[in-house]
Structures are given as structure tokens and as C-alpha cells.
């Protein structure tokens, strides 16, 4: 069966410190991947999705990157963070036979201060 | 205006009563899913509906496509319904999720 890991769980920053997020899945191989990030009290919005190794699509401009350096890995990363950088960040696969359902890691609560 | 809107945005049962959440989207979908949120952060898919009518225990969820609207009905809710719960939409030619603003649902015993 297909599992997706996040870590860490939870990470206090403070302002202008790098950050690097790892999400990984398995059990498929060739997953469409996905970045989310839930500001408190607010909606899910997608920051980046990635359909192969090295393809990434970013649907907001922002402070943050990510890169897929393997087939089942996904990291989020920026080298200075901000206050608004604060928030819920989720992980999201898709593909094969669930190719019209997203499956949800378990997340990473980040705080910037 | 989102292309996904749910109401109510906040809602507070009494333990046993009936409860419909409500979505309306304005694009054309390849499917729409329900989501749940616990408070921890994880999210879980409870429903993914192309057309017609699904139930899992005592959650049901209809969508209708020609209106553009779909429900989530939970019967006799319990305490430990209380959560977010999310609708997205797959618009139509993507694998993309777009997401409504949520429903906090707090049932009280």
C-alpha cells in the first residue's frame, strides 16, 4: 500500500533562516506530487505541483522553491524565511490508478519568529 | 468570488442532530471531494463524487452537476465529528485541487 511521510512534524524558525521540508511516498512510482500551505484560519492554497523528477510548476510567486531530486521525493525549501511564511504545509501525491484522488501527508507546522 | 464556496463557514450541533454543509463551484469538474480535517492537521478524503449519491455510515454526500452543488449530510452527529471539512473540485482537464475556505463543525455532547 502507498504511504506519504513528512518531516519534520513541526519547526520554529526564526526570520531570514533557511528551511528545507522533505516529503516522501511510497509504494508508486511516478506520482504527481503536490505543495500546499494552510495560513491560519484560512483555505489550502497549492504552491507548487510537480508531474517527473525535475519538472516543477509553481502556481504562486513567493519566497519558497521546491525540487524533486528523486521520483518519490519532494522538498519545499527557501533560503530566507518571513513572518508570512507561517503556516500549515501539506504534501500530496496522485497518480496510477487513484490518478483523480490526492492522498495527504500528515503535514508540517511551521512558525516564523 | 472563489470558484469554490462552502457554507456555513462555522457550525455548532448538538450531539444526535442532522447536518448539511453545502458547496457551490463555478467551473466545469472531473470531480469533487470531501475532505475532513482533524484538529491535528491531517486531512482525510471521505468522499469523491463524479455524479449521483454516496454513503459511508452515517455520511452522505450528493452532487449535482447541471446546479453546480454538492452537500455533506452527517445523520445522529457525535462529538467526534468535529472538525474542518473541506470541499475541492477537480476542474475538468487537470489533476489540481481547487479547495473551499472549509467548515469548522463543532458537535457538542
Known amino acids: 500500500s502507498q504511504t506519504i511521510h513528512q518531516w519534520p512534524a513541526t519547526l520554529v524558525q526564526p526570520v531570514g533562516s533557511p528551511l528545507s521540508l522533505e516529503c516522501t511516498v511510497e509504494?508508486?512510482?511516478?506520482?504527481?506530487l503536490y505543495w500546499y500551505r494552510q495560513a491560519a484560519g484560512r483555505g489550502l492554497q497549492l504552491l507548487f505541483y510537480?508531474?517527473?523528477?525535475?519538472?516543477i510548476s509553481s502556481e504562486v510567486p513567493q519566497n519558497l522553491s521546491a525540487s524533486r531530486p528523486q521520483d518519490r521525493q519532494f522538498i519545499l525549501s527557501s533560503k530566507k524565511l518571513l513572518l508570512s511564511d507561517s503556516g500549515f504545509y501539506l504534501c500530496a501525491w496522485n497518480g496510477g490508478a487513484t490518478y483523480n484522488e490526492q492522498f495527504f501527508g500528515p503535514g508540517t507546522r511551521l512558525t516564523v519568529l | 468570488k472563489n470558484e469554490v464556496e462552502q457554507s456555513p463557514q462555522n457550525l455548532t450541533a448538538q450531539e444526535g442532530e442532522f447536518i448539511t454543509i453545502n458547496c457551490s463551484y463555478s467551473?466545469?469538474?472531473?470531480?469533487l471531494h470531501w475532505l475532513q480535517q482533524h484538529p491535528g492537521g491531517g486531512i482525510v478524503s471521505l468522499f469523491m463524487l463524479s455524479s449521483g449519491k454516496k454513503k459511508h455510515g452515517r455520511l452522505i454526500a450528493t452532487i449535482n452537476i447541471q446546479e453546480k452543488h454538492s452537500s455533506l449530510h452527517i445523520t445522529a452527529s457525535h462529538p467526534r465529528d468535529s472538525a474542518v471539512y473541506i470541499c475541492?473540485?477537480?476542474?475538468?482537464?487537470?489533476?489540481?485541487?481547487?479547495f473551499g475556505t472549509g467548515t469548522r463543525l463543532k458537535v457538542l455532547a
Open positions: 509504494g508508486t512510482s511516478n506520482p504527481n
Open positions: 510537480s508531474v517527473g523528477i525535475g519538472q
Open positions: 467551473v466545469g469538474i472531473s470531480a
Open positions: 475541492a473540485v477537480s476542474p475538468s482537464g487537470t489533476y489540481k485541487y481547487i
